[in-house]
């Protein structure tokens, strides 16, 4: 009988160690799905349907010129704000990019836009992905220009990060001030330091804002391809702020105008006579000519390294220019 018992104990204490086990590992199990990811949030995106203008709801016309650039372009949901397509931040981090995000595009009016990305390729290839990127998206806080400002790291060769400004952006970032900008981000995108670099990028874009709209904008007007003109209705260049010159009628007026003051000149000079011999141009009494001999002694080249202007960051593009859309962009870049 005693034997019976101690079986019985050791089968209920063999129970319940078993459970206890199970328990616990339940418990661990469901305390790893609570904990916040460290990894970065998967980007859901779309496909782009003909039926549905392949998802673009902006104004452009979608043609043969730019259909492959819309195509090969991510469709996202544009509330997200941040798209971490490279996986280099934690989700924390783009939950803390997106609260400062919401408080800047209050203060700008303005969208603004992070993303990363590898293997773009090239610097060019950053831009035209950045434009397109911005434009086949529903970004922007109104439907007339679209305004907003883009940051966008290339996380592999070329190392590289981009700045792009749409709409009204172009009137409030003009180069000098896209200059500060990259500065600013220059620190935490050279070292690795994503999201500080994304940090400081935000807060130099309200830091510029400040700066209130620059007097070389003030008279300007924009149309709804974001592109600028000047009080006289010449478009303006997004650097300088100055309009684009008509060079070839400028050239084409003032020659005529020359030449007629030259025929009238000639006609009224009643000491102009047609000479046929090439003697009788010179004065020989007051001409003296000497021999004279060049010699070649030597050479020498001199070659120096232009450095931006803040001695931080390598080489970059800027300025302003029409992405695929057919829309009007201003920005620039570094290489880190």
């Known amino acids: 009988m005693k034997k019976f018992k ?11 160690i078993n459970v206890t086990s199970v328990s616990a590992e339940i418990i661990t199990d469901d305390n790893t799905v609570e904990e916040p990811a460290t990894s970065a949030s998967e980007i859901v995106t779309y496909e782009r349907k003909e039926e549905d203008n392949y998802g673009v709801k ?40 997106k609260k400062k995000i919401n408080v800047v595009e209050r203060e700008i009016n303005m969208a603004v836009v992070i993303v990363t ?90 830091n510029n804002y400040a700066k209130g709209l620059p007097n070389k904008y003030k008279d300007v007007t924009m149309d709804k391809n974001g592109y600028i003109y000047d009080q006289f209705g010449n478009r303006t ?33 009643k ?19 000497r021999v004279s001999n060049d010699k070649f002694v030597s050479s020498h080249t001199s070659s120096y390294t232009v450095s931006s202007s803040s001695g931080s960051g390598g080489g970059g593009f800027s300025g302003g220019h029409s992405s695929s859309s057919g829309s009007s962009h201003g920005g620039g870049g570094r290489s880190c």
Request: a negative charge; charged letters at 20%.
């Open 237 to 269: 260049t997004f650097e300088s702020g100055r309009y684009d010159f008509p060079f070839g009628t400028a050239i084409g007026i003032s020659s005529l105008v020359t030449l007629i003051t030259i025929l009238r000149m000639r006609s009224k000079n």
């Open 271 to 289: 000491m102009v006579k047609k000479l046929t011999d090439a003697n009788e141009y010179i004065d020989s009494e007051s001409m003296a000519i």
């Open 58 to 97: 902006k104004h452009w016309t979608i043609t043969n010129d730019n259909i492959l650039n819309v195509k090969s372009t991510p469709l996202v949901d544009a509330s997200q704000k941040v798209y971490d397509f490279a996986g280099v931040l934690t989700s924390e981090e783009i939950e803390k990019l």
């Open 6 to 16: 101690y079986i019985v104990f050791t089968l209920v204490a063999l129970l319940f």
């Open 117 to 206: 990305y590898d293997n773009l390729g090239s610097e060019g290839r950053i831009q035209t992905f950045a434009d397109d990127f911005y434009d086949y998206n529903d970004f922007g806080i109104n439907n007339e220009y679209y305004s907003g400002i883009l940051a966008i790291r290339n996380i592999s060769t070329p190392r590289y990060y981009y700045v792009g400004t749409t709409g009204q952006a172009q009137l409030y970032f003009p180069q000098d001030r896209i200059d500060n900008i990259l500065d600013s981000m220059y620190f935490g995108m050279h070292n690795d330091y994503y999201f500080n670099g994304f940090m400081d990028f935000l807060t130099a874009v309200e």
